[in-house]
T-cell receptor
Framework: GQNIDQPTEMTATEGAIVQINCTYQ??????LFWYQQHAGEAPTFLSY??LDGLEEKGRFSSFLSRSKGYSYLLLKELQMKDSASYLC??????????WGAGTKLIIKP | IAGITQAPTSQILAAGRRMTLRCTQD?????MYWYRQDLGLGLRLIHY???????GKGEVPDGYSVSRANTDDFPLTLASAVPSQTSVYFC??????????????FGPGTRLTVL
């Protein structure tokens, strides 16, 4: 079967750095996505990785290792508005997105 | 309109009733999707449409039907609602299905409660 694993919840301090991990086992791989979802709102696109390595976009970076079936999202200089759920999704061989359950990130002052 | 709209925002429905959730996008995207999101689970694909006039079944299609008469609209119908269909429903669209770089954009969601 197909599986995406992420921690259920993480807590971090304002101004700090946090790394949210995602491991996956899917039938085929055609890219990995990270989305942010604030409570009661729609998911919004954050980043996309298809090749191994780090993609940096402002305070957010995403890393991919296809051989290990592993990705992480790195958030720097945390702000209170970063409190949200972060969803990892993998595009499989049928070009459908398989979604993890999400990681709820709690930021404390 | 900008992006994707969904209606209604929320709905309480008696079991056995028929309900249509509406979704409209103005980005001229070819592909559209319906997901449900339940606590502790990832988004699950119900139905999708790669282009106007075509539809396909996702992971959890039972009890739901869709149509895609034109590019902009993609309604989801529950023929006879059951309590297990209580969920938050998200509509999404993307420029072109079948591309690895294709990014999905989501509507604001419909919160449905079936009693």
């Amino acid at each position: 079967g197909q599986n995406i694993d992420q921690p259920t919840e993480m807590t971090a301090t304002e101004g700090a750095i946090v790394q949210i991990n995602c491991t996956y086992q899917t039938s085929g791989f055609n890219g990995l996505f990270w989305y942010q979802q604030h409570a009661g709102e729609a998911p919004t696109f954050l980043s996309y990785n298809v090749l191994d390595g780090l993609e940096e976009k402002g305070r957010f970076s995403s890393f991919l290792s296809r051989s290990k079936g592993y990705s992480y999202l790195l958030l720097k200089e945390l702000q209170m508005k970063d409190s949200a759920s972060y969803l990892c999704a993998v595009r499989d061989s049928n070009y459908q997105l398989i979604w993890g359950a999400g990681t709820k990130l709690i930021i404390k002052p | 309109i900008a992006g994707i709209t969904q209606a209604p925002t929320s709905q309480i429905l008696a079991a056995g009733r028929r309900m249509t959730l509406r979704c409209t996008q103005d980005m001229r995207h070819n592909a559209m999707y319906w997901y449900r999101q339940d606590l502790g689970l990832g988004l699950r694909l119900i139905h999708y449409s790669n282009t106007a006039g075509t539809t396909g079944k996702g992971e959890v299609p039972d009890g739901y039907s869709v149509s895609r008469a034109n590019t902009d609209d993609f309604p989801l119908t529950l023929a006879s609602a059951v309590p297990s269909q209580t969920s938050v429903y998200f509509c999404a669209s993307s420029e072109t299905a079948g591309s690895s770089t294709d990014t999905q954009y989501f509507g604001p969601g419909t919160r449905l409660t079936v009693l």
